[in-house]
């Protein structure tokens, strides 16, 4: 008895420990996520949601148990690889306001692509997150060099049975399998999909990114070709008289010069503000061409969802598991704006200031028809820096020595670096200018210094706008001229605190573009698009008028435009016309984006008699081999 009892206790001292220390798991995961329904105060009435946002870690913790033997170790592996999860999703959500989501894990694979410095920047200056990170690898090390072993060696085999089950249990988990849905059930937990913030707030970090994981896993809805065919045909007089009305744009082939400034908006939409003119420029340009506000799909970064959009004409509303779409195209070649001109004879330029691999541009800008890409190291080696990243003043001077008044006509499209965030940085900068900057009352100090470093770039932005549409202007030959922004800056706490003019909210309010023909003036009623609505504009206005789908999403545009906005933004109710649109032009997308769209439009391909002709031996095909890089 003496000898069963030792047993006995011995075992009971076994299973207590991890049963002791996976609840403690559970109360500090509460407390380190931070969200208020999760909290580990909530432990006697939301059991379930802390169980469930603690779940991965635990699994993880298990394993790692059955490899080493030692409890203390393998939790505090754990809770340190899960706190890593929670630390950044805290940064984004301070950033941006969302949390941490699925797609997001794509980004590690940016780091070597310079994505590191980009990133990197977004980290906390201050020391104490890093010496207590260096303080529980150390503890964590202790652990591994002094911790008693809580099972025996001969344990071996049925410890490998038992990882390999746990190993089994956290790949389906990280792959989305569907009977995970049990443990994460909307019904149980809650589930508000069209706000992330929101969910996670209410269930956990950790919870809401299984929640998208499973809700997203494997769905990749096909196409009805046949309700687009009805679509279309509904279309049809609506459409004609479009394109009719697009031919009698007689006119000399312009180069076009396309530029994406970095979270460009103009800060006297913001209350507070609304009495400043921080855009002279972009107003008085506003004035001489077509312009208005423009629908984006993201708020504070995700800038390839906008450039995606105008470079395709596709929404990506239509696509929803495409949160970047760099990184998850898996085709050689792209519809696009790019080889629309390609097909017209243009020579197609791409201009950034930023490593080439960053968001897999490099194979994108292939797939997408651009014949080069310029990137940072094709700059010259004294290129001026502002901020932390290259001046647009010296993208200006890039785009106006890639044009040329002899030859093809030249596509170039511009991603400028300058005002990107994070904007608590100063480097670089003359901070009496930068403290001179008006700011709105109400915003912390931290908020303020932001906002003025934002503001400070964001006006060189509208100077080499201005520089750039009177070098354009004195040209011998015809451009046309498109600058927007690609989204809002990340300014959450200015946006929340103080709020927006006309009332709408950060994940929803448009940023400025503007259109113009350098060499004439053509003032027209401002119109606000969505972001894969411009291209159809801006090949219109050069007198391309033979691509009936980017007529399509002119035709449609009135009615669709309003319906993009930043993920996480509420889902607008659609009713009747407008849903039966919307639904019918996510199947035309999607037809479209695996190149079966041509059959349905094939009636309106008539001959473009104002477009010059193909190169010789050109074939739209070829830039599935590689753009010249």
Known sequence: MTVDSKRWRDVTARVALPLCLAVAFVLCTGFLDGNPGVASLEWASRPWHLVANAFPGLLLAAFLLVLTRRAWLSFGIAFMAQGAVLMVSAIKMKNLGAPLLPADFRMVGQLKNGGLHLLGGYLPTSPLPYLAILAVIALIALMARYEPPLFARRTLPRRLVAGAALGILIVTLLAGAPAWSALYDKDRLGWRPWSAAANASDNGVVTTIMQYRLQNAGKQSRPDAAEAGRFIADTDADLRRHMAT????????????????????????????DGEDFAPNLHRLAREGSSGGLHVPTYGGGTIRTEFEVLTGLSLRYFPDMQFPYLQMHTAVVPSLVRTLRAHGYETIAVHGNDAAFWNRTSAFRSLGFDRFVSQPDFPKDYRKDGDYMA??????????????????????AISMEAHGPYDKSANIDTKVRDAIPVPEGISEEAKLQLRNYVYHMRHADTELGRLAELLKHRERPTLLLFYGDHLPALTETFEKAGFVNGSDMLTHTVPYVLIDAQRQAQAKPEDLAAWMLPGKLLEQAGVHDDAYFALTQVVAPRLASLTNSLGAPTAAKEGLLNYTDVSMANVAKLRMKRKLDPLLAQYAVPDTNAIARRPGYAEESAAAGAGQ
């Open 392 to 413: 647009d003043s010296a993208m200006t001077d890039e785009i106006m020595s890639q044009l040329q008044d002899s030859g093809p006509p030249r596509f170039v499209f």
């Open 246 to 273: 697009a031919a009698a744009n007689h006119r000399q082939t312009p180069d076009i010069v396309v530029v994406q400034s970095e979270s460009f908006f103009d800060p006297s939409v913001v209350r507070g503000l």
